[in-house]
Nanobody, 123 residues
Framework: QVQLVESGGGLVQAGGSLRLSCAAS????????MGWYRQAPGKQRELVAT???????NYSDFVKGRFTISRDNAKNTAYLQMNSLKPEDTAVYYC?????????????????WGQGTLVTVSS
């Protein structure tokens, strides 16, 4: 069973920075893309940024120029560096990984989610 564990959330003032981490572990797997999503109270979950195993990145417009996604393939870990944080960035941030995993029944598609980490930006 592949698990994603996020860390790095917390409370920060507007204009501050935080760095989130997401580590994948458990079983045999190969991760293709990793991504960060967020869900604010009363809103739907939305894409923040994604990164492929080759390092290609994609950002939602509302974080371009402020957030940077990166990953360490050897550690199966993704990071989200968040700078110039705004109160509207307040949300639970979730990590996602897709790829392949080896089970007793052979290769299966992997689509794993972390438990989420809360980011609160005060004004």
């Amino acid at each position: 069973q592949v698990q994603l564990v996020e860390s790095g959330g917390g409370l920060v003032q507007a204009g501050g920075s935080l760095r989130l981490s997401c580590a994948a572990s458990g079983g045999a797997f190969r991760i293709n893309a990793m991504g960060w999503y967020r869900q604010a109270p009363g809103k739907q979950r939305e894409l923040v940024a994604t990164i492929t195993s080759g390092g290609n990145t994609n950002y939602s417009d509302f974080v371009k120029g402020r957030f940077t996604i990166s990953r360490d393939n050897a550690k199966n870990t993704a990071y989200l560096q968040m700078n110039s944080l705004k109160p509207e960035d307040t949300a639970v941030y979730y990590c996602n990984a897709d790829g392949l995993m080896l089970t007793t029944k052979g290769l299966n598609a992997l689509d794993a989610w972390g438990q989420g980490t809360l980011v609160t930006v005060s004004s």
